[in-house]
Nanobody
Framework: QVQLVESGGGLVQAGGSLRLSCAAS????????MGWYRQAPGKQRELVAR???????NYADSVKGRGTISRDNAKNTVYLQMNSLKPEDTAVYYC???????????????WGQGTQVTVSS
């Protein structure tokens, strides 16, 4: 099993910044990719940003230029720095990991429990 522990959510004013962290632990051979998704009330979960083990990144159009995803491979940790936050960024943010757990367990997806980000206007 793999556990994802998120931190860094909270209440922030529009125009402010925050940094989300997500640390993965457990039966991990390697992490293929990690990322952040978000789900606002009444909406589907959507990708915010994703980074592969080699450092390739992709971002939702809505956060390009405002968000930066980074990764510490040694710590199996991913970070999301969000700047110039807007009320429409308000959502529960979920960490996701695409994990190689070896020959017996194979490749599996894991999700964190989510952290609330609220941006006040």
């Amino acid at each position: 099993q793999v556990q994802l522990v998120e931190s860094g959510g909270g209440l922030v004013q529009a125009g402010g910044s925050l940094r989300l962290s997500c640390a993965a632990s457990g039966r991990i051979i390697s992490i293929i990719a990690m990322g952040w998704y978000r789900q606002a009330p009444g909406k589907q979960r959507e990708l915010v940003a994703r980074i592969t083990g080699s450092g390739s990144t992709n971002y939702a159009d809505s956060v390009k230029g405002r968000g930066t995803i980074s990764r510490d491979n040694a710590k199996n940790t991913v970070y999301l720095q969000m700047n110039s936050l807007k009320p429409e960024d308000t959502a529960v943010y979920y960490c996701h990991a695409d994990v190689n757990q070896g020959i017996m367990r194979g490749r599996n997806d894991y999700w964190g429990q989510g952290t609330q980000v609220t941006v006040s206007s």
